[in-house]
């Protein structure tokens, strides 16, 4: 089993996939370590995942509903988040 799948923070579904938010820690240079955000998009067959998307979970929460309301698929997950982060 993946770690993402044990550290499920938040899901959400469609008809067509499922939508998950896991978090991860990340070790920053001058920094130290901090926890981080990222997105899974699974269902039929397919399943595309993204790491350290934000730092910030209500934005990354917010952005995930909106791909479940327009039934985003997975294989477009990485151009979506590029998008996002932009």
Do not use: W
């Not at 579904?13 to 896991?22: V, W």
């Not at 399943?47 to 294989?75: G, H, M, N, Q």
């Amino acid at each position: 089993m993946d770690d993402r799948d044990t550290n499920c923070l938040f899901l959400i579904s469609n008809d067509e996939f499922d939508y998950q938010i896991f978090s991860s820690e990340v070790f920053v240079e001058d920094y130290g370590y901090a926890t981080t955000y990222g997105m899974t998009i699974s269902g039929d067959n397919e399943y595309e995942s993204v790491e350290d998307v934000t730092d910030e979970f209500d934005r990354i929460k917010s952005f995930c509903e909106l791909l479940c309301r327009e039934k985003a698929y997975p294989v477009h997950l990485k151009d979506l988040v590029e998008d996002f982060l932009s």
